[in-house]
């Protein structure tokens, strides 16, 4: 299992980014997925968090700012990010969890990171 995320990037502050995630391999279901993000020299932190149903989750800074959705048919989960400020630049990461697969028990996993720099 694989998680690809894409859609990070540079942006002045006031703007706008989408980062998406998808799930890759022998997959037949998922639970929760989620974005977190990481500061160097910080710990990662959650941003937000979907279930399998669609029930979200968000952390306080994201909240009004930030949409967390997934489409469940094509295994990805996107992150609508607006009114972007310098303090969320951090790479951000996308995570999944209780992912069944055809060969293996449920696991979570975790992507490689996109970087989002917002500048002032």
């Known amino acids: 299992v694989q998680l690809q995320a894409s859609g990070g990037g540079w942006v002045q502050a006031g703007g706008s980014l989408r980062l998406s995630c998808t799930a890759s391999g022998s997959i037949f279901s998922i639970g929760a997925m989620a974005w977190y993000r990481q500061v160097i020299g910080e710990k990662r932190e959650l941003v937000a968090v979907i279930g399998s149903a669609g029930n979200t989750n968000y952390s306080d800074f994201a909240k009004g700012r930030f949409t967390i959705s997934r489409d469940n048919a094509k295994k990805t989960v996107y992150l609508q990010m607006d009114s972007l400020k310098p303090e969320d630049t951090a790479v951000y990461y996308c995570?999944?969890?209780?992912?069944?697969?055809?060969?293996?028990?449920?696991?979570?996993?975790w992507g490689r990171g996109t970087q989002v720099t917002v500048s002032s």
């Open positions: 995570y999944a969890d209780q992912v069944r697969t055809t060969t293996s028990p449920p696991n979570f996993y």
